[in-house]
């Protein structure tokens, strides 16, 4: 494990300390990433997951963020639950979609009811989990939250030649400034985001620095993992090659039933 995530991860590190970064980035995903995200999720769905769903089942929203998909699934007609471990992320997230149901909790060690008929995670989530025996207990949380035949979908970034080159994104508008600065350690899989923002508050320029990092894992690492929760029929999908969405290069798609 990198220096960074040992001491995030520690016994000792408080759930609030691990997502105190996921807090301060909220209002940011909340205005740019999420409603960005949100259609080309609902683009896959409509191809991969709502035919094999019954109308008005109960879905969980993992790692839901700022609630964007989980306010077009309850718009749909299904009974959502989202749940992520970031406490500002669900302020945004209950603005967002009144009506459904947030739950507070941490991925790795959330528990939750045998009464969904399908699990989501979307746009790469759980690339934020930064072990592979920690991903496998989430799998596994969301196999005992299944029923029989229920379906976990879920996406992961992945190695791609473009992530070598690291990445940059500026956004500066009248009252904020966004900087993100990418490189990628490819020995470690690991992708490290070092965002610097500024707000304009009443009492003038407030500035936040933060680190976001993601693992990225072998695809024969993640379908061992599902094995190990109990997922034996899993089917893969390319985005870029399967579903051409220029948002999703480097992306993985995961079906797995229950």
């Known amino acids: 494990m990198n220096a960074e995530r040992k001491q995030v991860l520690s016994k000792e590190t408080t759930a609030s300390d691990i997502y105190s970064d996921y807090d301060r980035f909220a209002w940011f995903y909340n205005r740019y990433w999420g409603p960005e995200f949100c259609s080309p999720a609902l683009a896959i769905y409509n191809v991969l997951l709502f035919p094999h769903l019954p109308a008005g089942c109960r879905i969980l ?35 967002n979609a009144p009506n459904v149901e947030f739950i507070h909790a941490d991925a790795r060690t959330f528990h939750q009811p045998q009464n969904y008929q399908c699990v989501i995670s979307a746009f790469d989530s759980l690339n934020h989990i930064m072990e592979l025996e920690e991903l496998t207990k989430v799998f596994r949380n969301v196999y005992e939250a299944l029923t029989d035949d229920g379906i976990f979908l879920f996406d992961l970034n992945i190695e791609d030649a473009s992530e070598l080159l690291g990445s940059t994104l500026d956004m500066i508008e009248d009252d904020h400034v966004c900087i993100v600065r990418g490189s990628y350690n490819q020995l470690k899989k690991l992708k490290r985001y070092e965002v610097t923002m500024f707000q304009l508050e009443q009492s003038g320029w407030q500035r936040a620095d933060l680190t976001l990092l993601q693992r990225y894992y072998d695809t024969e690492d993640v379908l061992g993992a599902l094995a190990d929760a109990g997922f034996v029929r899993v089917k893969t999908y390319d985005a870029r090659r399967e579903f051409g969405f220029s948002l999703s290069d480097g992306r993985m798609f995961y079906l797995a039933r229950k």
């Open 61 to 95: 929203d993992l790692c839901c963020g700022t609630g964007q998909i989980s306010a077009e699934l309850h718009q749909r007609g299904f009974q959502i639950t989202g749940l992520d471990g970031s406490d500002a992320m669900l302020r945004f997230a209950r603005q």
